[in-house]
Nanobody, 118 residues
């Protein structure tokens, strides 16, 4: 059974940094070219795609709102995806979710809260 477990959220001041982790189980990054992505949902906002990466080849895409500030990466040996977030702004405040799709089924993590505030 596929499971995604996020960690690394917290409270940070504007301009600060955080690194989120998403540990995946139930499948192996190395056995197929899967798309892993981070999404976020801010207060009163719809959930939006932040960044994505393929598990083989490492093809990466970012939303315009985080390009140049966030970096997505993966460690296939650990079956884990990361998101390094620098230059955080109050508008980055949201619950961040890890996502993948396997065999036409959507899988979401439980989410981790990121709050950017002074």
């Amino acid at each position: 059974q596929v499971q995604l477990v996020e960690s690394g959220g917290g409270l940070v001041q504007p301009g600060g940094s955080l690194t989120l982790s998403c540990a995946a189980s139930g499948f192996s990054f190395s056995t197929g070219n899967y798309i892993m992505s981070w999404h976020r949902q801010g207060p009163g906002k719809e959930r939006e795609l932040v960044a994505s990466i393929t598990t083989i080849g490492g093809s990466i895409n970012y939303s315009d709102s985080v390009k140049g500030r966030f970096t997505i990466s993966r460690d296939n040996a650990k079956n884990t995806v990361y998101q390094q977030m620098n230059g955080l702004k109050p508008e980055d405040t949201a619950v961040y979710y890890c996502y993948t799709k396997r065999l036409w089924v959507d899988y979401w993590g439980q989410g981790t809260q990121v709050t950017v505030s002074s």
